[in-house]
């Protein structure tokens, strides 16, 4: 069965759960204003393979009337969502960004969501988040020492050169981000990312997009607005 797809996603359970939930299938669509023609891409696709997918993908269906609870569960929606891309909005566990809309779903081990490019496997988001007694992300520290040591002993692996090209802090609505731009390289490859950390709701959130290094300059700008979409929700 193939299936329209909006540019909205509306999540409140771990991902598997979350897109075969037939409780999303129910969920309204908007029709706000807010929300132009170009931001909703429909289309069939012939293949098994992506009937398959799209069946997992059940929450992209129909358009209807956004309840206004949802307008005010995140801040994504004070604004119309970029072209070509959507919003995903966990509600439960209290994190929502964009992501291009060409992106398919996938799992990707012990992180909460991730997307990626239909074709190229290094071009990804992905979320995760760990507890955590602090509350906010100026309890773990200044941007200039915690950044580094972040990139340079948990996103590098031990093989990995770890290279930081630019830092940033931002406050939205009250909640604090760090976002870092950084380049991981082995000897086999080099992969140059976004990372957004944020903390609120017990919980230390990460969010990482990046692509292949030799592709970075041609996605850059792409996927800045999804590392700089990420919010933190309240749950």
Request: charged share 25%; with cysteine.
């Amino acid at each position: 069965m193939a299936v329209s797809s909006l540019s909205l996603t509306w999540v409140s359970t771990p991902l598997h759960n979350k897109l075969n939930s037939t409780h999303y299938n129910e969920l309204p669509r908007p029709n706000s204003s807010l929300f132009s023609c170009n931001n909703i891409s429909c289309s069939k696709d012939p293949t098994s393979n992506e009937e398959d997918h799209t069946k997992r993908r059940t929450l992209l269906l129909g358009v209807g009337a956004l309840t206004s609870s949802l307008f005010q569960a995140s801040p994504l929606f004070a604004q119309e969502i970029p072209a070509n891309y959507r919003a995903f909005v966990d509600s439960s566990d209290g994190y929502s960004y964009y992501y291009p809309s060409d992106w398919r779903d996938f799992d990707f081990m012990a992180h909460d969501s991730a997307f990626k490019d239909r074709y190229l496997q290094l071009q990804n988001v992905r979320v995760r988040f760990l507890p955590t007694d602090k509350k906010d992300i100026h309890d773990m520290g200044p941007m200039e020492e915690i950044i580094p040591d972040l990139v340079k002993h948990r996103y590098a692996a031990p093989s990995q050169v770890a290279t930081i090209f630019d830092m940033q802090e931002k406050s939205i609505d009250g909640k604090n981000y760090y976002t870092v731009e950084f380049q991981l390289t082995s000897r086999i490859f080099a992969t140059t990312s976004f990372a957004t950390i944020a903390i609120g709701n017990g919980r230390y959130y990460t969010l990482i997009v990046g692509a292949n290094e030799r592709r970075w300059k041609r996605v850059r700008n792409k996927l800045k607005v999804v590392a700089d979409s990420f919010r933190v929700l309240d749950i």
